[in-house]
């Protein structure tokens, strides 16, 4: 992992109440190790996984519904110290090559994601999160993996994302 020196010159224009939302997020969220997870991904798929953090976009409430793309593969975690889910977005093509990876494919020839995941498949991403954040200090429960747009705000609602 590799460290670069952050540029204070380009600060991201954030509204008062995103940075509310932000802090409450970060406050709230276990600690977990990225290199942890890349680590265990990696043993499971057999690659070189590496994990890099990002920003946190934040969506207004009754846009969630525009903010998300189909197919959709979100997985729904449930953190101990919060009382609302955490949703993981993941692309339709990492999700499908994680599968393959993870059920003995090499992950390289895998077909474009036409629908949703099936049950199956949602099965292994599923597993495959719970086993990432099994090195949580405190355990995380994996909700389900979610393929629709519907399925989600039935989930989270619409009231606005704090980390989407």
């Known amino acids: ?11 991201p224009r954030v509204r008062p109440e995103d940075v509310v939302r932000l802090r ?33 976009y934040t969506c207004t409430p009754g846009t969630l519904a525009q903010a998300v793309t189909e197919p959709l593969v979100a997985v729904v975690l449930r953190p101990p110290t919060l009382e ?4 993981v977005e993941l692309s339709p093509d990492l999700a499908i090559a994680l599968v393959d990876r993870l059920l003995g494919g090499d992950g390289a020839q895998v077909a474009e994601p036409v629908g949703g995941l099936t049950e199956v498949e949602c099965g292994v991403v599923a597993y495959a999160a719970a086993r990432a954040l099994a090195s949580a200090s405190r355990p995380w429960k994996i909700a389900g ?11 989270v609602g619409d009231e606005g994302s704090a980390a989407w």
Do not use: D, H, Q
Not at 29 to 41: C, D, G, N
Not at 84 to 87: D, E, G, H, K, N
């Open 24 to 56: 409450r997020v970060a406050r709230a969220l276990p600690s977990v190790r990225l290199e942890e997870i890349a680590a265990t991904l990696g043993e499971l798929t057999n690659t070189r996984i590496e994990v890099t953090p990002g920003p946190l």
């Open 1 to 11: 992992m590799s460290a670069t020196p952050y540029s204070f010159e380009r600060w």
């Open 145 to 155: 993996v979610l393929t629709t747009r519907l399925a989600l705000l039935g989930v």
């Open 84 to 87: 609302a889910p955490l949703v």
